[in-house]
């Protein structure tokens, strides 16, 4: 997405399907807003479900050559797109400024760099994950699941869209892309390099849409094979239901509501610098965010201390939320937790600007685990501060939520920490500070999905098993 004279950016006005723009088939269109000042930045189509049944067919008519590619040329043309995506890193980072509102630096590092990395390991992954092993006397193979459905979410929008487009590649499969309609500038870019990468036409395929026409038409195909969703519990449940009826497989990353665990023999004062820039990182935007902190009660008003102190530096350096709706909502979390009696440290519910989708960092201090701020899952910068008395406590509060996505925990040595984190509900855990790795499985215990990305667990999602008998 090119800027344009005007300061808006240029927005493709068809379809990626079958290796080629073309227009789509019906007439609606959707408005791409820039949550800093509220101004359009351009339209993309709203697809139909001719659109979709379009690009399902050309994805289909494309599986066998693309199952039957030998995995060294597949890892060579994924390696192609990470390419092309490197050479598109500065308009990567500023499309998702613009349509996102991320702050460029963080744009840069993260939602550009982050993607090219995990593309890359599936570069490797295409090239000496072994697709076959013997098994007494049977030969195992693994063999693509089909054409996937990829239906993506507006907060990490490159990073989203690689997580599946990238492992269904490299397993063999062919992909139509649904991104969300919030962030769709940086999907048609994306789909601008898997055309220059050389990637064979039909084995991508982007129809940009809404949820409720697109992206219900895309998981009710009977056409593909298995459906990947990232977003809310909510639309996950209805999802898996109509593949559930269709025998259709699916992998499903969800809703969080993270817990940081401080122990008493941790680094108080870098376990909440961590953990309140953990909060606040992409505006609170992230679904494994560490949005509850535990502190032993003999440390939780030095911790209150420290966190409100913390939060007070972001003011200044935070992005708009990703539009009116979701400030909205954010902000009526707010509301609820001072109603509920949690006592606001720092932010609160009032706009910190006139124009823009912006909430102020929010620190709660008192509260307590039953209470909506410390259940629900709020998607903004918004901190709770809980108490607990003794570790079993901790773990109680901190596995007492419907979901079970990520976490940390802190201590003296990493062995107390891993003791502590072995215990909890939860797919991944971070250990004092221990950094993203993108060959390691990310995904969620009970609400928060079924299935995993990255690394080779990423890639089993996307390949099914076969046996033959000597």
Same mark, same amino acid.
């Given at each position: 997405?090119?800027?344009?004279?005007?300061?808006?950016?240029?927005?493709?006005?068809?379809?990626?399907?079958?290796?080629?723009?073309?227009?789509?088939?019906?007439?609606?269109?959707?408005?791409?807003?820039?949550?800093?000042?509220?101004?359009?930045?351009?339209?993309?189509?709203?697809?139909?479900?001719?659109?979709?049944?379009?690009?399902?067919?050309?994805?289909?008519?494309?599986?066998?050559?693309?199952?039957?590619?030998?995995?060294?040329?597949?890892?060579?043309?994924?390696?192609?797109?990470?390419?092309?995506?490197?050479?598109?890193?500065?308009?990567?980072?500023?499309?998702?400024?613009?349509?996102?509102?991320?702050?460029?630096?963080?744009?840069?590092?993260?939602?550009?760099?982050?993607?090219?990395?995990?593309?890359?390991?599936?570069?490797?992954?295409?090239?000496?994950?072994?697709?076959?092993?013997?098994?007494?006397?049977? !030969?195992?193979?693994?063999?693509?699941?089909?054409?996937?459905?990829?239906?993506?979410?507006?907060?990490?929008? #490159?990073?989203?869209?690689?997580?599946?487009?990238?492992?269904?590649?490299?397993?063999?499969?062919?992909?139509?892309?649904?991104?969300?309609?919030?962030?769709?500038?940086?999907?048609?870019?994306?789909?601008?390099?898997?055309?220059?990468?050389?990637?064979?036409?039909?084995?991508?395929?982007?129809?940009?849409?809404?949820?409720?026409?697109?992206?219900?038409? &895309?998981?009710?195909?009977?056409?593909?094979?298995?459906?990947?969703?990232?977003?809310?519990?909510?639309?996950?449940?209805?999802?898996?239901?109509?593949?559930?009826?269709?025998?259709?497989?699916?992998?499903?990353?969800?809703?969080?509501?993270?817990?940081?665990?401080? #122990?008493?023999?941790?680094?108080?004062?870098?376990?909440?610098?961590?953990?309140?820039?953990?909060?606040?990182?992409?505006?609170?935007?992230?679904?494994?965010?560490?949005?509850?902190?535990?502190?032993?009660?003999?440390?939780?008003?030095?911790?209150?201390?420290?966190?409100?102190?913390?939060?007070?530096?972001?003011?200044?350096?935070?992005?708009?939320?990703?539009?009116?709706?979701?400030?909205?909502?954010?902000?009526?979390?707010?509301?609820?937790?001072?109603?509920?009696?949690?006592?606001?440290?720092?932010?609160?519910?009032?706009?910190?600007?006139?124009?823009?989708?912006?909430?102020?960092?929010?620190?709660?201090?008192?509260?307590?685990?039953?209470?909506?701020?410390?259940?629900?899952?709020?998607?903004?910068?918004?901190?709770?501060?809980?108490?607990?008395?003794?570790?079993?406590?901790? &773990?109680?509060?901190?596995?007492?939520?419907?979901?079970?996505?990520?976490?940390?925990?802190?201590?003296?040595?990493?062995?107390?920490?891993?003791?502590?984190?072995?215990?909890?509900? !939860?797919?991944?855990?971070?250990?004092?500070?221990?950094?993203?790795?993108?060959?390691?499985?990310?995904?969620?215990?009970?609400?928060?999905?079924?299935?995993?990305?990255?690394?080779?667990?990423?890639?089993?999602?996307?390949?099914?098993?076969?046996?033959?008998?000597?």
């Amino acid at each position: 997405m090119y800027k344009a004279p005007d300061g808006r950016y240029e927005a493709r006005d068809g379809m990626y399907i079958d290796g080629a723009w073309r227009p789509a088939t019906g007439t609606d269109t959707i408005t791409v807003v820039d949550p800093a000042d509220e101004q359009p930045l351009g339209q993309v189509p709203a697809g139909t479900a001719e659109d979709i049944d379009a690009a399902v067919r050309a994805a289909r008519t494309a599986l066998p050559r693309w199952a039957a590619t030998p995995s060294a040329e597949r890892a060579a043309l994924i390696g192609a797109l990470r390419d092309r995506l490197v050479a598109r890193k500065d308009e990567i980072a500023a499309t998702v400024t613009a349509e996102l509102g991320a702050p460029l630096p963080f744009a840069q590092a993260v939602h550009a760099g982050v993607p090219i990395a995990v593309c890359g390991s599936y570069a490797e992954l295409a090239a000496t994950h072994p697709f076959e092993e013997k098994v007494g006397n049977s !030969t195992v193979y693994l063999e693509p699941v089909g054409v996937v459905g990829a239906i993506t979410p507006w907060n990490y929008p #490159l990073h989203q869209i690689v997580n599946k487009v990238a492992p269904a590649l490299a397993a063999g499969c062919t992909v139509v892309l649904k991104p969300a309609e919030d962030t769709p500038l940086t999907a048609q870019l994306f789909a601008d390099a898997v055309h220059e990468a050389g990637i064979p036409a039909g084995v991508f395929n982007l129809v940009t849409g809404l949820g409720p026409v697109a992206g219900q038409a &895309l998981a009710e195909h009977e056409g593909v094979d298995l459906v990947s969703f990232t977003g809310s519990t909510a639309v996950g449940r209805r999802i898996g239901a109509t593949a559930g009826a269709a025998v259709k497989r699916v992998a499903l990353e969800l809703g969080g509501k993270s817990a940081n665990v401080i #122990l008493p023999s941790a680094d108080l004062a870098k376990a909440v610098a961590v953990g309140v820039a953990n909060v606040m990182s992409n505006s609170g935007q992230t679904c494994s965010a560490w949005t509850r902190m535990l502190v032993h009660t003999d440390r939780y008003d030095e911790a209150v201390e420290l966190a409100t102190a913390a939060a007070a530096k972001y003011g200044p350096r935070i992005g708009p939320l990703v539009n009116a709706k979701q400030q909205a909502r954010v902000r009526g979390y707010i509301e609820k937790g001072v109603e509920e009696g949690a006592r606001l440290v720092a932010g609160g519910p009032e706009a910190p600007k006139a124009q823009g989708y912006f909430v102020r960092p929010t620190v709660f201090a008192d509260v307590t685990p039953e209470m909506t701020i410390a259940q629900e899952e709020i998607f903004g910068p918004v901190l709770s501060l809980i108490r607990y008395e003794d570790e079993d406590d901790a &773990l109680r509060i901190a596995n007492g939520t419907v979901y079970g996505l990520a976490g940390a925990v802190w201590a003296a040595d990493d062995a107390e920490a891993v003791a502590f984190a072995r215990r909890m509900d !939860t797919g991944q855990v971070d250990i004092n500070g221990g950094g993203f790795n993108p060959l390691a499985p990310f995904g969620g215990y009970k609400q928060s999905g079924v299935g995993r990305e990255l690394g080779a667990h990423g890639l089993m999602e996307y390949l099914q098993t076969k046996s033959l008998q000597f």
